[in-house]
């Protein structure tokens, strides 16, 4: 599959879903807020949103779904705004359940350091700590899938977190859904872009519309920081 946005030639067939992860939490205290309630974007958080907002302004986007927490609607609410549409919340684009949510998760620090907790981690295949990729999988796909038939030959915004999209963009590019949490290609703000022709994937790509506004320790690829890791903000 080729990669970047728009790859394929537009025509009444081709609907394109634009999958992106939320912008920057307020999290001072570092915690793992998984799917609780009243984790908010913070002021470089809205600034995320309104850049990708700036950067979709001329796209033929009819359609904008989010996931039901607070960070994921505002991340959808200027991207709505800018083109005239009301926020459809999809609960199959929520974050990943996590027996860790709530507790911290750092690196040498957290939740970890207690061995009661060591047994919710023997299986990182399935995984044993949170909700099965496979669940993911399918919901995730069912929401891309609704959106690209609530825009058909248009495109579509749907606004989720960090691990369902990479999961379900492995398994559209036919990856193992088992894998090292560092190598994510999924920025905050980022855009994961899927390609339909029909109702078949034709192609999948990535970009980073606020790329400039994101924390280097949390980039794609970057090393985790003591007090700074990145799951933190999924």
């Not at 549409?85 to 507790?103: C, M, P, S, W, Y």
């Amino acid at each position: 599959m080729s990669t970047g946005e728009g790859s394929v030639k537009k025509n009444d067939d081709i609907t394109v879903v634009h999958l992106m992860r939320h912008g920057e939490v307020e999290n001072p205290e570092g915690i793992l807020y998984g799917r609780l309630p009243g984790y908010h974007l913070s002021e470089l958080g809205r600034r995320m949103a309104d850049r990708v907002a700036e950067h979709l302004a001329g796209r033929d986007i009819t359609h904008v779904g989010a996931s039901p927490l607070e960070r994921a609607q505002e991340t959808a609410e200027p991207i709505a705004k800018s083109h005239g549409l009301d926020i459809a919340t999809d609960e199959r684009l929520i974050e990943a359940g996590n027996v860790f949510q709530g507790k911290t998760f750092g690196v040498g620090d957290g939740a970890l350091r207690r061995p009661g907790n060591w047994r919710h981690v023997v299986n990182p295949f399935k995984p044993s700590w949170g909700e099965p990729y496979v669940e993911q999988v399918v919901r995730m796909k069912g929401a891309l899938d609704a959106a690209r038939d609530a825009a058909r030959g248009h495109e579509a915004v749907l606004v989720s977190h960090q691990l369902p999209i990479w999961i379900v963009r492995s398994f559209v590019e036919r990856r193992r859904l088992w894998h090292d949490p560092r190598r994510r290609e999924c920025t905050l703000a980022s855009l994961t872009t899927f390609t339909y022709q029909g109702d078949r994937i034709v192609s999948v790509g990535y970009s980073e519309p606020a790329r400039d506004l994101v924390p280097a320790h949390l980039l794609a690829g970057a090393k985790p920081v003591k007090g700074k890791g990145k799951a933190f903000g999924a």
